[in-house]
């Protein structure tokens, strides 16, 4: 089993930044891929972005490619997420979730967090 609880969500203007963070416990978080997936109002949720166990293997959806950074610290058992350039398009709700491979497809994860807001302005 895996508990996540995201945060550091918040209101922030276009072309700003936002750092999200997502607290592990449980299940031993260096042995499990971690991912992000967004959901925006009217929309399914979507891939952000994935690390594998050891951070080697990373994974982007092209909108935030360039743009966005995924990491984790191990010994903090906690993932990143660092935003920067923020769009209006990036307004959504952010979950965090943890699955055996990193992954694209939200059905490849088995535990989701409960999800942080994160406003753009312009």
């Known amino acids: 089993q895996v508990q996540l609880v995201e945060s550091g969500g918040g209101l922030v203007q276009a072309g700003g930044s936002l750092r999200l963070s997502c607290a592990a416990s449980g299940r031993t978080f260096s042995s499990t891929a971690m991912g992000w997936f967004r959901q925006a109002p009217g929309k399914e949720r979507e891939f952000v972005a994935a690390?594998?166990?050891?951070?080697?293997?990373?994974y982007y959806a092209d909108s935030v490619r360039g743009r966005f950074t995924i990491s984790r610290d191990n010994l903090k058992n906690t993932v990143y997420l660092q935003m920067n350039s923020l769009k209006s398009e990036d307004m959504a709700v952010y979950y965090c979730a943890a699955a055996n491979e990193p992954s694209r497809y939200k059905n490849e994860y088995a535990y989701w967090g409960q999800g942080t807001q994160v406003t753009v302005s312009s």
């Open positions: 690390i594998s166990r050891s951070g080697a293997i990373i």
